[in-house]
């Protein structure tokens, strides 16, 4: 049984029935610990130890469903769409469900049915699959953003541009090929246009969203990433925005790597330093919620921080 579990413990908590036979498991076995409720059996010999499974909406269960898929429906199944673009770690998409999964079974034609799984059969070449840890199979980062993209709002589907440049997963020398091996597949147009608006110095989605209201708007910001020094040469702050005309920062305050304790006296001790350093810049913050109001955004950005809401 440890063997079983151990095996189990390398896969996100799953196992199959043939590696479960392999630790000197028999069926009688298997079904004593279904009955227990200590593993459970989501698809044809398939099972999962339940106290090795991850907790619901983490990116962990996510990689669970996907292994007790690939295991499932054999070795040539791989996450794909939307799923494989949550394994790489792109940014932008909506959030998970927490239960369906993107798989692609190449040349699929028998139709197939599995509990939490979308099924598709496209044409996934060997060399289109990567294998990250714990041996899961998906399809690689430029595959993925064209079977992803087309499906997308363009807001969505340039953060999630921006974030495969930002990571490296993708550079900008790749762009041009995927724009033309995207030729004459839906959306297509749609990819390349966007594709002109990705940048890789975007750090999160709330920036590349800002960034799109502010280039609408006719008052797209100078920089991104802009580096302030002190006297001696040492970086102050490095800003998500910067209006050279109107001297304006501009921050994009997600909720996450803003809103601790210590990020809030780090930004405020970052910004009075900016501002002892440099009298005659404005700074202006933006939050998820501004993104509902995106003529208060073009507002301040038009007042040189002096909109008001």
Not at 98 to 125: C, Y
Not at 167 to 185: A, F, H, P, S
Not at 208 to 220: K, Q, V
Not at 249 to 278: F, K, V
Request: hydrophobic share 40%; glycine share 12%.
């Amino acid at each position: 049984m440890e063997a079983a579990v151990a095996i189990a413990a390398g896969q996100y908590g799953v196992l199959s029935w043939p590696q479960a036979r392999e630790c000197g498991l028999n069926r009688y076995d298997l079904r004593r610990m279904v009955r227990r409720g200590e593993w459970l059996h989501p698809h044809l010999q398939v099972y999962v130890v339940r106290r090795l499974m991850p907790g619901a909406d983490t990116p962990e269960r996510l990689r669970c469903l996907v292994m007790a898929a690939q295991l499932a429906l054999g070795p040539r199944a791989c996450a794909a769409g939307a799923t494989a673009a949550r394994l790489w770690g792109m940014r932008g998409l909506e959030r998970w469900d927490g239960r369906r999964v993107h798989i692609v079974v190449p040349a699929l034609k028998r139709p197939r049915k599995l509990a939490g799984v979308a099924l598709h059969g496209w044409n996934v070449r060997p060399e289109e699959v990567a294998v990250l840890g714990g041996g899961l199979r998906v399809t690689d980062p430029g595959r993925t953003l064209r079977d992803t993209v087309p499906g997308l709002d363009r807001e969505s589907a340039v953060c999630l541009m921006d974030s495969a440049l930002n990571q490296g997963l993708l550079k900008e020398r790749d762009i041009e090929t995927m724009n033309r091996v995207m030729r004459g597949r839906a959306g297509c147009v749609d990819m390349r246009r966007w594709w002109k608006l990705a940048d890789g110095r975007a750090q999160s989605p709330l920036e590349t969203r800002i960034r799109l209201i502010c280039r609408d708007g006719g008052l797209p910001p100078d920089e991104l990433q802009r580096r302030f020094t002190d006297r001696e040469g040492r970086t102050v702050a490095v800003v998500d925005f910067w209006w050279e005309g109107a001297r304006l920062i501009g921050e994009a305050d997600g909720l996450g790597p803003h809103s601790t304790p210590r990020a809030l006296t780090r930004d405020r001790e970052r910004q009075n330093a900016l501002q002892m350093l440099y009298p005659d810049v404005r700074i202006v913050r933006f939050t998820w919620a501004d993104l509902r109001r995106p003529g208060y955004i073009l507002a301040l950005v038009a007042g040189g921080g002096r909109g008001e809401g």
